[in-house]
């Protein structure tokens, strides 16, 4: 052990696994097992859920990141454990943060190399803006393009997730790019997240957002127009859902 500011951190990964389990909440936990939708055959089949809310994980990550290597990090991201894997991002998200050049380029490799357990909506979500958008913002984004042909489901939601880091900065072309490759994406996690990024660039520029429906919205997904028509006014959004525009 070691103090900061009165506080003990932990250096051992299995005392900060013991840690995580003791904030666990076993009917938190059925509901998130539902959510996340672990049952057979569905996209989160088989991960398991300790019931520990987003905010405690934060904590947790704000207060011990500096004291567990990446090692750590990757054994924590190898866990069947949901918490324990979106603890490891939350964590790579504060190392990343603070890396000079050369490891931000090592933690961007690193993020890469663990897409298969980068495995649900919300890790892919509070991570790969904050990584792979960031570190991308000012260089090639060819591997955005690669992402989004894989047949991984949570590579996809990666690349297009990703681009919300531009997004914020203004730029859409990137992001509309995307959401052009994934107009024909068969799955519904897709479809949510291209609407959401298309609602986005609309809340910033109405006109760029109604342009790229114009040719489009009749044949998108209905759960990715919804989403992207989500702020306009109901009658607006009527006739974009009975295709009268």
């Not at 909440?25 to 987003?54: H, P, R, S, W």
């Not at 890396?99 to 892919?124: G, M, P, S």
């Not at 792979?132 to 042909?149: A, P």
């Not at 986005?200 to 109604?210: F, N, Q, S, T």
Request: hydrophobic residues 40%; charged residues 35%.
């Amino acid at each position: 052990m070691i103090f900061l500011r009165g506080k003990k951190l932990m250096v051992n990964i299995l005392e900060l696994k013991s840690e995580i389990r003791k904030c666990a909440n076993k009917e938190k936990a059925k509901v998130l097992q539902g959510f996340f939708k672990t049952g057979k055959g569905q996209y989160g089949e088989g991960d398991i859920f300790l019931g520990i809310v987003v905010p405690k994980l934060r904590k947790i990550s704000k207060e011990f990141w500096k004291t567990i290597s990446i090692d750590e990090v990757q054994e924590l991201l190898n866990s069947n454990i949901h918490e324990e894997r979106l603890l490891a991002l939350f964590m790579l998200v504060e190392k990343y943060k603070k890396a000079e050049n050369k490891e931000k380029i090592e933690i961007f490799n690193f993020y890469l190399a663990n897409t298969r357990n980068i495995n649900n909506w919300d890790l892919v979500d509070l991570s790969a803006p904050n990584i792979v958008g960031d570190y991308l913002f000012e260089k090639n984004r060819k591997v955005l393009y690669k992402l989004v042909k894989s047949e991984n489901l949570w590579e996809r939601r990666i690349a297009i997730l990703s681009t919300f880091t531009f997004i914020r900065a203004g730029q859409f072309d990137d992001s509309l790019k995307i959401a052009e490759i994934l107009l024909s994406d068969k799955h519904d996690l897709i479809h949510k997240a291209v609407g959401w990024m298309l609602r986005e660039i609309g809340k910033r520029d109405a006109e760029v957002l109604k342009g790229f429906l114009r040719d489009r919205y009749k044949k998108m997904p209905r759960t990715m127009l919804r989403y992207a028509i989500e702020r306009f006014s109901e009658d607006l959004r009527k006739k974009y859902l009975l295709g009268e525009i």
